[in-house]
Nanobody
């Protein structure tokens, strides 16, 4: 079992920045692909960013490419999402997720790739 806890959400003005963190316990994250997803009110949960277990490969949704940066520190068992130039449409609950790196049949953008999910952290961007 992997327990994931997100932090770093909050209220920020458009154009501002936030850094989300995801801390894991229970198992080392080095064997897991990690992802960030978000869910806005009335919408489905959508892919934001993902990173391979080594950190060598990173993937982003088109809507956040160039503004968000995902990173991981396997020694500290953490994953982060740096969000810059935030827009009101980035407002959502953000979730951290972990999935076995061996589950290669699913793309990093698919929720099916991930077994473990955090409780989420709210990000609100005001205009």
């Amino acid at each position: 079992q992997v327990q994931l806890v997100e932090s770093g959400g909050g209220l920020v003005q458009a154009g501002g920045s936030l850094r989300l963190s995801c801390a894991a316990s229970g198992r080392t994250l080095s064997g897991y692909a990690m992802g960030w997803f978000r869910q806005a009110p009335g919408k489905e949960r959508e892919f934001v960013a993902a990173i391979s277990r080594s950190g060598g490969n990173k993937y982003y949704a088109d809507s956040v490419k160039g503004r968000f940066t995902i990173s991981r520190d396997n020694a500290k068992n953490t994953v982060s999402l740096q969000m810059d130039r935030l827009k009101p449409e980035d407002t959502a609950v953000y979730y951290c997720a972990a999935g076995p790196a061996s589950r290669a049949s699913f793309p990093y953008s698919s929720r099916a790739k991930y077994d473990y999910w955090g409780q989420g952290t709210q990000v609100t961007v005001s205009s």
